[in-house]
């Protein structure tokens, strides 16, 4: 009898940690350690090692039988694949990639692939596909992103600045120096769990209670009380979605009608207060913004507004807005406002005052942290295309070639598009109005997909390749927001017939005639040491001293020193605003940009407004739609990254995703916990399993993001979706024509018990038939 061999540890990362992965004799991932540093690891890592050996795994290449035989769009989401080798497959891959470049130029080609992929520096999905098609010609690229899409075109006319993720008051300062925080969408803990270039401690509990402790009080101005967590003390003020902007003008005309705002600021740092003041005292249109007026849209008493108001201008106060906030119609305002109503109270620059956009958003961003440590990077090369699209408009993108919209002060033609080629990210998660999307997504000629599961890409791609998981190849996080360089180890073999994305884009670039550009004539193992020693001679410069690669390697991880504090946001401009102009044209703070006021956008007007949104809770709407949806970020999982893990299925209700009803909704429609119900507007249908709550305003209903897309039967435009993924009734038009971002936190919805049995599909692979069979298909 063969002695039992000692279980191997082996070090990785992801997104969500550092962790070690433990393997049997057998080399099957038994459990997952998180790494000693983390004193606050998030629940899901358990999960981890189901997901590398699910039965939902990609074993093989696949070809939707349709398209195998025909190479005809038909219904990507509804035919059975046909197993199909790896020669095949890629000789497949390579022919439609030469014809569609041959016949409609690179342009046709969108490689703008979105999503957060794997949190490794070399095998980054969406680069390594880059590169490739950079290399071939070039590709269709986007524009902007889905997090903070509003905020990323705003804040330069604003503060000369797009770096949203540093535009954030660090915790130390807050801890010491700040008296009152104002929160406009709280700072839920659970966002703080993730990063996409990898977190490694999770120090965000350990700030809050730190926090409470030195006596800060928080606000927080939010349709949901848990938008803080429970380890601070915080005030909950209930608002309309939608409505924070208008509820900052309320506070903004309070300072200005009592004499509170800080006028000698105004003047030495800004631009174009007195034409924000003006619209504040209704001298425009004969509206004066006041609490009053403030409180009738956003429901909030008027003495809280007027109360607050007076409080922060006493306070040392930072004013913050989250990320959610500005993912709705005219998502650009709240954010202006957020810098103007700071402005106002002069204290902009100061340590723990003034403003930040996305405080807590993800994990570390508001910790100290150097902010120009070099990373080992992939090269992605040059792009040749010009042509981009705003990455909230691919749906509109793919629908309508040729057509023609305003885009941050010019004007996008939309290409043609024939070839899709996604790896890396989840459309049917990020995109809104998915019945729309999904029409949509039948356009294109060819859409190819790289994946590990069968999740929804996979199922509606043409030709779908198996790609590897994070703990079966080697790669090397290193994020912004830590002072660590990590070596992510290979734990086992890969699954099946699983490859590595960057392997598969080496193969089809020899097929293409260009694989030694590709590779340069390395291999995984090349390419990390080549980068790796490319970022250390850059931190050797700046006075570091990693080791050389191989003494990297086989100690696991690399510490920088690590900052105790972080210079003031702004601090240098408000200490001398001539020597550290910002780059806006008035070297100021832009409260007026006579730059937007050039474009004549109605719905982006040059200084900060209330725009009643689209679909809103003091709309007629509500006649048909009474209640708002919001659909957060979820606490089980990244997005919809490991929802088919135990930890994500276990949140679910019957199956289904939880939507959250105030008891009043829930009583008024006859419903309790646990019943299924039918979530409906024009656009479409999901269903969802209701849990009556108490944290939330009533007529708001809340569910996370992030189900897999699960329509009856595969899928048609207008099917009802049975596993609860809320963007089949989101809007997927832009927040205004200047950052044309995405707003699916903008949607009225009803609801409705639903009696009829459906079972979730979302976690059972497609049918498969062989290629004789799928001679039949059309």
């Known amino acids: 009898m063969e002695p039992i061999r000692a279980h191997r540890k082996t070090q990785t990362a992801s997104h969500w940690g550092v962790y070690e992965v433990e393997t049997d004799q057998h ?27 699910s039965p939902l795994r990609i074993s093989q290449p696949h070809v939707r039988a349709g398209f195998l035989k025909h190479k005809r769009t038909t219904r990507r989401g509804g035919e059975p694949f046909v197993p199909v080798s790896w020669e095949e497959a890629l000789g497949l891959i390579a022919e439609e990639l030469q014809r569609v470049k041959t016949q409609h130029g690179n342009e046709s080609i969108y490689g ?10 070399l095998h980054h999905s969406p680069s390594v596909l880059k590169r ?111 409505t924070d902007t208008a509820f900052m003008l309320g506070l903004a005309h309070t300072l200005a009608a009592e004499g509170l705002a800080d006028r000698e600021f105004l003047i030495k740092y800004c ?25 009738q849209i956003t429901q909030a008493p008027e003495e809280t507004i007027k109360n607050l108001a007076r409080t922060m201008a006493k306070s040392r106060t930072l004013v913050t807005t989250s990320w959610s906030i ?51 990077t992939l090269p992605l090369g040059p792009n040749p295309v010009k042509t981009y699209v705003p990455v909230g408009r691919v749906g509109d993108m793919l629908l309508r070639p040729g057509a023609q919209i305003q885009y941050d002060g010019q004007t996008v033609t939309y290409p043609d598009t024939k070839l899709v080629y996604s790896i890396g990210g989840n459309p049917f998660h990020h995109n809104g109005n998915l019945n729309r999307f999904l029409e949509a997504w039948q356009q294109p000629e060819v859409v190819i ?55 598969i884009m080496a193969n089809l670039a020899y097929r293409l005639g260009f694989g030694l550009a590709y590779t340069e004539g390395r291999d995984e193992m090349g390419w990390l040491r080549h980068m790796y020693e490319g970022a250390r001679a850059k931190a050797q410069a700046q006075g570091h001293e990693p080791p050389p690669f191989d003494a990297f390697w086989s100690d696991g991880l690399y510490q920088f020193p690590v900052p105790t504090q972080m210079p003031p946001l702004l601090g240098e401009f408000r200490s001398d605003p001539e020597l550290n102009r910002l780059s806006t044209p008035s070297g100021k703070i832009e409260i007026f940009s006579a730059k937007i006021a050039g474009y004549g956008y109605a719905d982006c007007p040059p200084h900060p407004s209330w725009l009643p949104p689209a679909e809103w809770l003091g709309s007629e709407q509500t006649s048909k739609f009474p209640l708002h949806l919001l659909s957060n970020q979820p ?23 939880r939507l959250l009803m105030h008891r ?49 039967d595969g899928g048609e435009p207008g099917s009802l979706e049975k596993h609860g993924n809320p963007n089949v009734v989101t809007l997927d038009t832009g927040t205004s024509q200047l950052a044309q971002g995405t707003m699916v936190q903008t949607a009225l919805v009803q609801v409705e018990k639903y009696h009829d049995a459906l079972a979730v599909t979302a976690f059972e692979p497609p049918s498969f038939v062989t290629a004789e069979q799928a001679e039949g298909y059309p």
Request: charged letters at 20%.
């Open 326 to 376: 500005q993912r709705a119609d005219h998502g650009e305002q709240p954010i202006w406002m957020t810098i103007s109503l700071a402005a106002m109270l002069g204290q902009i620059g100061l340590p723990g005052c003034g403003f930040s956009l996305g405080f807590g958003a993800i994990s570390g961003i508001n910790i100290p942290h150097h902010t120009d440590l070099p990373r080992p």
């Open 271 to 295: 631009e174009g207060y007195e034409r924000l003041e003006a619209y504040l005292m209704g001298r425009d249109d004969g509206q004066p913004k006041d609490a009053r007026w403030a409180s």
């Open 635 to 657: 606490k089980p999982r990244l997005h919809s990254q490991l929802d088919h893990s135990p930890v994500s299925r276990k949140s679910k209700l019957g199956g289904r995703e």
């Open 132 to 242: 490739f098609l950079g290399l071939f010609g070039g590709y269709t690229d986007k524009r902007g992103n889905h997090s903070f899409g509003a905020a990323l075109h705003i804040t330069p006319y604003v503060i000369g600045r797009s770096d949203i993720t540093e535009l954030v008051v660090s915790w130390p300062d807050v801890v010491r120096h700040t008296q009152l925080v104002v929160m406009f969408g709280g700072a839920s803990l659970k966002n703080t769990h993730i990063d996409p270039g990898g977190a490694v401690v999770h120090e965000s509990p350990d700030w809050f209670r730190r926090a409470a402790e030195a006596g800060v009080r928080f606000v927080n101005i939010s349709p949901l009380r848990q938008d803080l967590p429970s380890e601070v003390s915080s005030d909950w003020v209930a608002l309309r979605p939608n």
């Open 449 to 503: 997909v790289h994946e590990p599961w069968w999740n929804p890409p996979a199922k509606h791609a043409d030709i779908v390749l198996p790609a590897t998981t994070t703990m079966e190849r080697n790669d090397i996080l290193a994020q912004e927001y830590t002072p660590y360089w990590v070596a992510m180890k290979k734990v086992v073999e890969p699954v099946a017939q699983a490859r590595n994305d960057f392997d």
């Open 664 to 712: 009043d909704d829930a009583a008024g429609r006859g419903l309790a916990d646990g019943d299924t119900v039918r979530v409906f507007n024009e656009r479409g249908a999901f269903l969802a399993s209701v849990e009556v709550a108490e944290h939330l305003l009533p007529r708001v209903i809340q569910i996370s993001t992030g189900a897999w897309y699960d329509p009856v």
């Open 112 to 121: 703008g692939s979105y999503g957060w992929a794997s949190a490794g520096r």
């Open 27 to 53: 080399g099957k991932v038994v459990r997952t350690t998180p790494f000693r540093g983390d004193a606050n690891p998030p629940p899901y890592l358990s999960s981890l090692p189901d997901t590398v050996h």
